[in-house]
C-alpha cells in the first residue's frame, strides 16, 4: 500500500463527503479510491469511515486521524514549497492577532523588517487583548503570551516573559521603596484585567515560597500600556511584563522592585489553527519572530 496516497485519499473524501466526489477531485475511479481507504483502515485496524447509503461521517478515531493527516500532508507540501520558488519570494497576506503590547513592543518591528527582506507580503493585523477565535475569524496566526487556547491549535515557543513590579522614582521618593511583598500592601498597586487574579499579585522568593499579595490602587485596566503610562506618570506600582518596561528601566524612568523575588512568568508561543495550511509566508513569518524575540532577550 502507498500509504501516502491513502492519506490523501482518506483526506479527500472527509473533505469532498463522498467517495465520487472525491475520486473526481483526485482523478480516480471510485473503485479505486475505496479500495484506498479500505486497505488504510485494514493497515491501521481501525474504522476510519461511518458509511451509509445517505452520508458519510467519521468515527472517533477517524476524526483524530484525519487531523493528523492535514497537518502531516501539509507539512510535506511545505517542505517541498521551501526548495521552491515560492519560499524565496512569499507574497500575499498574513492576517495575525496580538495584544497591544506584543504589537508595539515586538510585531510592529519584526513586521517593518520582514517586509523589507519581502516586500510582496501584506500584513492585517487585529490587535485585542482577548483570546480570539483564529478559525472562526479567518485568522493565521496568533502571538499568545501563557495561554495557547484551545488544546486543538498548534503551537510554537517562540520566547518568554518575566512581570516585574516597578514604580517611578517620583513615586517612591514620595510613598517609599517596599523591602517585601507584604510592603506592597501599603502601597497602591495598579492591576490589570487579564490577569488569572487581578486583585492577587503572586511572588516567589529565591527558595520557591510563594507570597500572595492583596493588590488594589487608584486603577483596573484592561490595558497594559495604560497601566504603565501610569506608572510612569507616579500613579502607584505596576507588575508588567518585561519586554513592556525594559526600556523604561533602562533609561530610569521606572525602577524594579523586589530583586529577591519574582512575579508570574511564562512562554510566548506563535499560534496557528491546526486544520489550515501552513503556508510558506507564515512559517518564514513565525521563524522570524523567534529570532527577533531572541535578539531582543539577548
Given amino acids: 500500500m502507498d500509504r501516502l496516497s491513502a492519506m490523501s485519499a482518506f483526506v479527500a473524501v472527509v473533505e469532498q463527503g463522498s467517495f465520487a466526489r472525491a475520486a473526481q477531485r483526485l482523478d480516480i475511479s471510485t473503485s ?50 521551501l526548495v521552491g520558488q515560492s519560499a524565496a519570494a512569499p507574497r500575499g497576506r498574513i492576517k495575525l492577532t496580538c495584544s497591544v503590547a506584543v504589537g508595539v513592543q515586538r510585531l510592529a518591528p519584526a513586521m517593518a523588517s520582514f517586509v523589507a527582506r519581502y516586500p510582496e507580503v501584506r500584513f492585517e493585523a487585529v490587535v485585542v487583548d482577548r483570546i480570539v477565535d483564529l478559525v472562526e475569524e479567518g485568522i493565521d496566526l496568533a502571538i499568545r503570551v501563557g495561554t495557547v487556547g484551545s488544546d486543538r491549535l498548534v503551537a510554537r515557543r517562540i520566547g518568554t516573559m518575566q512581570t516585574i513590579p516597578c514604580a517611578s522614582p517620583a513615586y517612591l521618593e514620595a510613598h517609599g521603596t517596599p523591602r ?70 533602562a533609561d530610569g524612568r521606572l525602577v524594579a522592585l523586589l530583586p529577591d523575588y519574582r512575579g508570574p512568568h511564562g512562554d510566548i508561543w506563535a499560534v496557528y489553527p491546526s486544520r489550515r495550511h501552513l503556508s510558506a509566508k507564515v512559517r518564514l513569518f513565525v521563524d522570524h519572530v523567534a529570532r527577533h524575540f531572541a535578539d531582543a532577550a539577548s
Fill in 32 to 81: 479505486s479510491l475505496s479500495r484506498l481507504v479500505a486497505e488504510l483502515e485494514g493497515h491501521l485496524g481501525a474504522r476510519l469511515l461511518n458509511r451509509t447509503t445517505r452520508r458519510l461521517s467519521l468515527t472517533d478515531t477517524g476524526q483524530a486521524y484525519y487531523e493528523r493527516c492535514v497537518q502531516l500532508l501539509a507539512d510535506l507540501s511545505e517542505a517541498e514549497a
Fill in 180 to 249: 517585601t511583598p507584604a510592603d506592597l500592601e501599603q502601597h497602591a498597586l495598579l492591576t490589570y484585567a487579564y490577569s488569572p487574579n487581578p486583585s492577587q499579585w503572586r511572588l516567589t522568593d529565591r527558595d520557591g515560597r510563594e507570597h500572595l499579595v492583596k493588590a488594589s490602587g487608584a486603577l483596573h485596566s484592561n490595558s497594559g500600556d495604560i497601566n504603565v503610562a501610569a506608572t510612569v506618570a507616579g500613579l502607584g506600582i505596576s507588575m508588567e511584563p518585561d519586554f513592556m518596561v525594559g526600556p523604561l528601566l
